[in-house]
């Protein structure tokens, strides 16, 4: 080999990518006026864990120290933006998750909310047309997240894939909407986008609050109250004992200690659902002492003919970067490298992503994983002309990563599929 040959194995060999920390946590928060957060922010609001961090996904973040679109700052409130937002459900949910979660474990939250809107402003293929007909006050709060919200929360969740790991959905949201028979189909639209858009796998809990029970629009609970009709991940966190009611004229906000406990509601609800999904991931040495040795060849995957799987279907996984509940350890490969001796940088195009590889006689092992940690594809079998691969139509769009193993060698890759 010359020194150009050895100098470019070199660089091959270092090139790192940065998978997603699985014991960063992240949430969804969405909504009108209740998840902005209408209470005032007292001293104690002002104190929070390091551990719970806030994505900015607003343009303007004067109101809130360091923010700025797109950075991860404590998660000290406003959460939603710097037009009126305050004290509101989903400050004391990630302290409450903080709280009551692993010490390994950190939260991230996204927030977009506009007061006063419907449902409509989340609808990926309406919201131009509804935000159009609103009046100059509305029109403000739209425009702070680039005039679509919906688009602003994928584009921060899509950012925050990159770190964590999506775990659930909060939802305050209905007082505008609480005449419309259609609301709950059309919350269930917006969810089913979110999913798609995110590449989230098909049990994401989705948490919606309940109203005020005596204020002007309580009829929104007769709503919220069918959502679980819509799905199997749909809860309802219930408002009852909230009767205080913020004093600005409205009778539809809470006060500021209801919406810390309310908060807490959500996170004793998520915590109930999630189950041992918020336990931390083990080290990819506690994994890999564990693990089987491999079973796999290069003629194809000799434990199964299953193209897809999820990630509790087997016992644990034959090879190092597994925990023993069947996830991916992504936290044990934060540096793996992207292109080896034996492995190539991935391709997506014309419909089928590809990646280069050089068996020689070795066992390969290659898997598709959501962005979540979850096995959805095996294409070790798949081995011709040099390359593995597999089309793009077997799965949503969305973000996944991509192992694959060569013998001792490995290569963990992100890839985009449209």
Not at 160 to 181: L, M, P, S, Y
Not at 204 to 222: D, K, Q, T, Y
Request: with cysteine; net charge neutral.
């Amino acid at each position: 080999m010359n020194l150009k040959t050895l100098a470019f194995a070199a660089c091959a060999a270092t090139a790192v990518y940065a998978a997603p920390d699985p014991n960063f946590h992240i949430y969804l928060a969405f909504g009108q006026s209740n998840m902005e957060g209408q209470g005032d922010i007292g001293s104690q609001d002002k104190s929070v864990d390091e551990r719970f961090q806030l994505l900015w996904s607003a343009d303007a973040g004067s109101c809130n120290q360091g923010a700025s679109k797109g950075k991860w700052i404590k998660a000290i409130p406003p959460l939603a933006h710097c037009q009126g937002a305050k004290l509101g459900p989903a400050d004391y949910f990630g302290r409450t998750m903080v709280e009551k979660t692993d010490s390994q474990i950190k939260v991230g939250i996204i927030v977009v909310a506009v007061a006063g809107c419907s449902i409509d402003l989340f609808d990926k293929d309406n919201y131009a047309s509804y935000a159009r007909s609103q009046q100059s006050w509305m029109t403000q709060r739209i425009n702070t997240y680039g005039g679509n919200p919906y688009g602003r929360l994928v584009e921060m969740a899509k950012k925050a894939q990159e770190e964590g790991v999506i775990k659930g959905i909060i939802f305050h949201q209905g007082e505008t909407d609480a005449g419309n028979g259609q609301w709950p189909s059309k919350v269930k639209k917006v969810y089913d986008n979110i999913i798609k858009d995110l590449g989230l796998g098909n049990d994401i809990p989705f948490l919606a609050g309940e109203v005020l029970r005596s204020g002007v629009s309580s009829g929104a609970n007769n709503n919220i109250a069918k959502l679980p009709q819509q799905s199997k991940n749909f809860y309802v966190v219930s408002s009852e004992g909230f009767n205080q009611a913020l004093n600005d004229g409205q009778n539809v906000h809470f006060t500021s200690q209801e919406y810390r406990d309310f908060g807490k509601r959500y996170a004793e609800k998520m915590i109930e659902v999630l189950g041992d999904k918020i336990s931390p991931v083990a080290s990819a040495a506690e994994s890999s002492s564990s693990a089987e040795p491999e079973s796999s060849s290069g003629t194809g995957p000799a434990s199964s003919s299953d193209a897809v799987e999820s990630s509790s279907s087997r016992g644990p996984h034959s090879w190092p970067g597994f925990s023993s509940s069947g996830q991916w350890d992504i936290t044990g490969i934060q540096a793996q490298k992207v292109e080896t001796r034996s492995i190539g940088k991935a391709v997506v195009n014309a419909g089928r992503v590809t990646v280069p590889v050089a068996l020689e006689g070795r066992s390969v092992n290659a898997k598709v994983f959501s962005m979540q940690g979850k096995a959805v594809l095996d294409f070790s079998n798949s081995f011709a002309g040099g390359s593995l691969g597999f089309d793009t139509a077997k799965l949503p769009a969305g973000s996944y990563m991509l192992s694959v193993q060569v013998g001792s060698e490995r290569s963990v890759q992100k890839v985009q599929i449209k």
